[in-house]
T-cell receptor
Framework: SQTIHQWPATLVQPVGSPLSLECTVE??????LYWYRQAAGRGLQLLFY??????ISSEVPQNLSASRPQDRQFILSSKKLLLSDSGFYLC???????????????FGPGTRLTVT | AQSVTQLDSHVSVSEGTPVLLRCNYS??????LFWYVQHPNKGLQLLLK??????LVKGINGFEAEFKKSETSFHLTKPSAHMSDAAEYFC??????????FGSGTRLSIRP
């Protein structure tokens, strides 16, 4: 069966510090991978998605970046955090198959980031 | 263009009474539609999905939704609410690898 891991679960970082959040998927190959941010009491905002190694698409201009160094690894980074980067970050995957739009996404447990 | 609108930001019902969470969508293509549930500080879990098969879709925990193309709606229902149903619910429309649109969410509260 497939599982998705995110770490850390919680993180408190000062403004201006760097960020690295990691997401890994087990039990599947060539998944589509996604990073979302959820601000307090708000819906989900798609930040990045990837359909393959080294292939990253950004949905929202910001001071965050993403990388996919391996097939089942997706990393969210920042060189300098802003207060507005606080939120709940969710990683998700779904099968990278033809007609993939018909498949549901599977979400990780999330990382709660507080920028102070 | 795609969009999804959840018509209620907050719904409160009594335990044992029916639940109705409303979702309208627009899409240029035949979309897939999903409902997810999120408990506090947790990831999202799929409740059910519609992918152009039966228009009445049954999901987990007694939830179901009906796809109505003429009304562009995909409302979520449950005959009898349980305290454990209290959570945030998201309606989602998807028509390609990158086109995944989340509604703004509906917070469901259950009164004892």
């Amino acid at each position: 069966s497939q599982t998705i891991h995110q770490w850390p679960a919680t993180l408190v970082q000062p403004v201006g510090s760097p960020l690295s959040l990691e997401c890994t998927v087990e039990g599947t190959s060539n998944p589509n991978l996604y990073w979302y941010r959820q601000a307090a009491g708000r819906g989900l905002q798609l930040l990045f998605y990837s359909v393959g190694i080294g292939q990253i698409s950004s949905e929202v201009p910001q001071n965050l970046s993403a990388s996919r160094p391996q097939d089942r690894q997706f990393i969210l980074s920042s060189k300098k955090l802003l207060l507005s980067d606080s939120g709940f970050y969710l990683c998700a995957w779904r099968p990278g198959l033809a007609g993939d739009w018909a498949y549901e996404q599977y979400f990780g447990p999330g990382t709660r980031l507080t920028v102070t | 263009a795609q969009s999804v609108t959840q018509l209620d930001s907050h719904v409160s019902v009594s335990e044992g009474t029916p639940v109705l969470l409303r979702c309208n969508y627009s899409s240029s293509y035949s979309p897939s539609l999903f409902w997810y549930v999120q408990h506090p500080n947790k990831g999202l879990q799929l409740l059910l999905k519609y992918t152009s098969a039966a228009t009445l879709v049954k999901g987990i925990n007694g939830f179901e939704a009906e796809f109505k193309k003429s009304e562009t709606s995909f409302h979520l229902t449950k005959p009898s609410a349980h305290m454990s149903d209290a959570a945030e619910y998201f309606c989602v429309v998807s028509s390609s690898a990158s086109k995944i649109i989340f509604g703004s969410g509906t917070r469901l509260s259950i009164r004892p």
